[in-house]
């Protein structure tokens, strides 16, 4: 089992900079970030292989937001630049220890999820 415990988060104006992050208890292969709003599904954000640092990110993000680890600490982070509007949901940390392949921003293929942490980016 794999507890994943997030921090960060909160409150900021568009154009502005937030960072999340999430420790896991015990070194796991992939670890993403996943976001919902209400009444939505939990939308992929970005993912890591702690291995070698390979890294994939949704089309909504790419070149805003990274996601950077610390393997000594089985940490990832999500820094999140040049925040809009619609970044406000949800962020929840997910890992899973199988490679999810072209299911990567599938939330189906996460078994390990943390409590969630609430961005808020006002215009």
């Known amino acids: 089992q794999v507890q994943l415990v997030e921090s960060g988060g909160g409150s900021v104006q568009a154009g502005g900079f937030l960072g999340l992050s999430c420790v896991a208890s015990?070194?796991?292969?992939?670890m993403g970030w996943f976001r919902q709003v209400p009444g939505k599904e939990r939308e992929a954000v970005a993912l890591?292989?702690?291995?070698?640092?390979?890294?994939y990110y949704a089309d909504s993000v790419k070149g805003r937001f990274t996601i950077p680890q610390d393997s000594a600490k089985n940490t990832v982070y999500l820094q999140m630049n040049s925040l809009k509007p619609e970044d406000t949901a949800m962020y929840y940390c997910a890992a899973s220890r199988g490679w999810p392949g072209s299911r990567w921003s599938a939330a189906s293929e996460y078994p390990y999820w943390g409590q969630g942490t609430q961005v808020t980016v006002s215009s």
């Open positions: 890591i292989y702690t291995g070698t640092g390979v890294t």
């Open positions: 015990t070194s796991v292969n992939y």
